[in-house]
């Protein structure tokens, strides 16, 4: 191999290990896409998942899973509703951990 061909392929490879450093996302990869809902009717939450800050995604998310396979909706974590089930299911992972 040419000295010119040795240099343009070191180029290249260090090319490719600095651009698969780069995050793609700036936000990352969040669930929910813009603020969420404010509210869901209670007789309709099949189940509340909540999803932490991580490198992932930057933002608390609430994922509200509907009866009847009515699909999932996200709340907006700044919302009353949201706030009284991110509290409850805190009080539920917590007297779990203390059953253990």
Known sequence: MSVKGMVIALAILFCATIVQGFPMFKRGRCLCIGPGVKAVRVADIEKASIIYPSYNCDKLEVIITLKANKGQRCLNPRSKQANLI????????FLRHQNI
């Open 86 to 93: 991110i509290k409850e299911v805190q009080r539920m992972n």
